[in-house]
């Protein structure tokens, strides 16, 4: 919600005094997203050592009844919360754009109806998936033979289903990134949208999409080479 109280008056400030600016922020927000995707791939292949050695330690730390478990999440929030105000960011200026020929009042409700509807949407859906595993355990300790199984079933898939969301949030971040950098590329928008006129309304309207996927995964790419060495440049003469 702080996030969102931070971008609603951000945007409509945007949006009157310098509108011209929602564009290259839109771009700007796919190109992040771009490069978080590509990172997470990055990460999953070059650094699975680190991985390991980081799962051994939050096993360690759950042993451990001295450590402090709301500190070894701080990371996670942290990173969830950017991630959310990129995201949010990218909604709202997207709404924004639909509603910037209507009066500040109505792009001010509009705006602030979407970003209530997101949060406790999004929000109240990832709260549900945290606690699916815990519904499943507290069924599984159930008389019931039927609420056990029912249970044992959520304990088997609650894992799977994390390892798949996990997959496709990746993939929708290359995709809404990707879409947005070719939408506001008209050259290469134009060249997609060529390509496809030959073909039939399916695949016109599928690849698009995959299109503007494989151009994420690229802009992703270049973008992890980049910034990827002058990060660790900028820490290596901090230090």
């Known amino acids: ?6 971008l609603v008056p951000g945007a409509l400030a945007i949006s009157f005094f310098v509108p011209w600016l929602v564009i290259p922020l839109l771009m700007l927000g796919g190109a992040f997203l771009c490069f978080e995707g590509f990172e997470k791939i990055a990460h999953r292949f070059l650094h699975r050592q ?20 709301k500190a070894v999440e701080q990371d996670k929030i ?12 990218e909604i709202i200026a997207i709404t924004l754009g639909t ?7 109505m792009q001010f409700m509009v705006l602030t109806v979407v970003a209530v509807m997101i949060t406790i949407g ?29 249970g044992e079933g959520i304990l088997w898939f609650a894992p799977w289903m994390m390892k798949a969301l996990s997959v496709l949030g990746t993939i929708a971040m290359f995709l809404v990134g990707g879409g947005i950098l070719t939408h506001g590329l008209p050259p290469v928008y134009e060249a997609i949208h060529h390509f496809v006129e030959g073909f039939g309304s399916v695949a016109q309207a599928v690849i ?7 151009f ?22 901090s230090a």
């Open 122 to 150: 999004v929000y109240g859906l990832v709260a549900g998936i945290v606690k699916l595993d815990d519904g499943g355990l507290y069924l599984s300790q159930k008389e019931s033979p039927f609420a056990r199984r029912v």
């Open 1 to 6: 919600m702080l996030n969102k109280a931070i």
């Open 99 to 105: 509603v910037s020929s209507q009066s500040i009042g």
């Open 216 to 237: 994420g995964v690229v802009a992703g790419a270049f973008l992890v080479a980049v910034i990827t060495p002058l990060t660790k440049l900028w820490k290596a003469r």
């Open 50 to 69: 680190e991985d390991e050695q980081h799962k051994e330690e939050l096993r360690n730390a759950l042993k451990n009844p001295e450590v402090d478990l």
């Open 208 to 214: 698009p999409v995959l299109a503007d996927g494989l």
């Open 78 to 89: 942290k990173g969830a919360i950017r991630t959310d105000f990129i995201l949010s960011a």
